[in-house]
């Protein structure tokens, strides 16, 4: 049982590199999440897709942006990295939608990302 | 806007000794859903439950115990008799409603350490 996979595991990039974290699931869920945690502030989302072929900007949206290719994929892109983008990312599905809140994500395993 | 607050940073108990991790949160929705998540050292996050604001009853799982107070916006977390597998950081979250979908609200998570 995959769940959701999200790679790569580990990446290191030089202050404006670009890059794309790819994220996938297999649980036929509506809801896909892109989350950054950073020390003592837990997660912090920051781009969402509510379904297929909708997107829209969480808490934290700035330096990011985001694609739902498919009901099972949702890439986060860095377009010119900065040290602030620091973090660990994780991606998160869920079945749920604007009327059902009561549904847990699933998460990913994580991205470590370090940008120097 | 929704908060959640985990008050405790960090907890140190030895083996055996039971444990109350805090969780207060804010929200002005009348229905809403209070999760709380398991990070262990490996990083992935894992669901432990899920309580609607509905089901003020408390909870036992084995080892694990919630006490939901509506009247005091809490939804604490007990483990008895901890053990060393029991070490991690612990995020207690809330549900809110998006545009689109649904947001997890993360508290900044206790890190819990038991010592053997």
């Known amino acids: 049982n995959a769940g959701v996979t999200q790679t790569p595991k580990f990446q290191v990039l030089k202050t404006g590199q670009s890059m794309t974290l790819q994220c996938a699931q297999d649980?036929?869920?509506?809801?896909m999440y892109w989350y950054r945690q950073d020390p003592g502030m837990g997660l912090r989302l920051i781009y969402y897709?509510?379904?297929?072929?909708?997107?829209d900007k969480g808490e934290v949206p700035n330096g990011y942006n985001v694609s739902r290719l498919n009901k099972r994929e949702f890439s986060l892109r860095l377009e010119s990295a900065a040290p602030s983008q620091t973090s660990v990312y994780f991606c998160?599905?869920?079945?749920?939608?604007?009327?059902?809140?009561?549904?847990?994500?699933?998460f990913g395993q994580g991205t470590r990302l370090t940008v120097v | 806007a929704q908060k959640v607050t985990q008050a405790q940073t960090e907890i140190s108990v030895v083996e055996k000794e039971d444990v109350t991790l805090d969780c207060v949160y804010e929200?002005?929705?009348?229905?809403?859903?209070l999760f709380w998540y398991k990070q262990p050292p490996s990083g992935e996050l894992v669901f432990l439950i899920r309580?609607?604001?509905?089901?003020?009853q408390n909870e036992i799982s084995g080892r694990y115990s919630w006490n939901f107070q509506k009247s005091t916006s809490s939804f604490n977390f007990t483990i008895t008799a901890s053990q060393v597998v029991d070490s991690a950081v612990y995020f207690c979250?809330?549900?809110?409603?998006?545009?689109?979908?649904?947001?997890?609200?993360f508290g900044p998570g206790t890190r819990l350490s038991v010592l053997p």
């Open positions: 998160a599905s869920s079945e749920a939608d604007r009327v059902s809140l009561n549904t847990e994500a699933f």
């Open positions: 649980m036929n869920h509506n809801s």
């Open positions: 897709s509510a379904s297929e072929g909708t997107t």
């Open positions: 929200t002005r929705d009348t229905t809403y859903y």
């Open positions: 309580r609607n604001s509905f089901d003020e």
């Open positions: 979250a809330l549900s809110e409603a998006l545009n689109y979908g649904q947001n997890f609200v």
